[in-house]
């Protein structure tokens, strides 16, 4: 909803015809719980806010499987945050770019990101 807020490379990747851009989720949990702590305003209804991005945006959905969960319990993050542990599976499970601006993700190494910056 905020464009602006998306780096320059990452908004050409992700407006790139020929790329598949998915969405975990885990990361609509975490809108939520932002939502929920007034660190994200977008209105009175999080629910009608949510529904209204999803019909207008190109998205697929990245589901969370057991293959996520199995590639979860293998990885070691510095700080233990759930939200980033099964963005980081999902991503690695099936071998996508994990756009974030989150420094301990970027520092992965065996993790494909691509910098929200």
């Not at 490379?9 to 969405?23: D, G, S």
């Not at 929920?36 to 207008?56: A, C, H, V, Y």
């Not at 945006?57 to 233990?80: G, H, K, N, Y």
Request: net charge neutral.
């Amino acid at each position: 909803m905020e464009p602006h807020k998306v780096g320059r490379a990452a908004r050409r990747e992700i407006e790139r015809p020929t790329n598949e851009v998915y969405l975990s989720p885990v990361s609509i949990w975490e809108a939520h719980q932002m939502y929920r702590r007034k660190r994200l305003r977008i209105g009175p209804d999080f629910q009608l806010w949510l529904e209204q991005t999803l019909s207008r945006a190109r998205l697929q959905e990245a589901p969370f499987t057991f293959a996520v969960a199995m590639e979860a319990s293998r990885i070691q993050l510095p700080q233990p945050d759930p939200g980033d542990l099964f963005l980081a599976a999902t991503a690695s499970a099936f071998g996508l770019t994990l756009v974030t601006a989150d420094p301990q993700l970027l520092q992965c190494g065996w993790l494909k990101t691509l910098a929200n910056d």
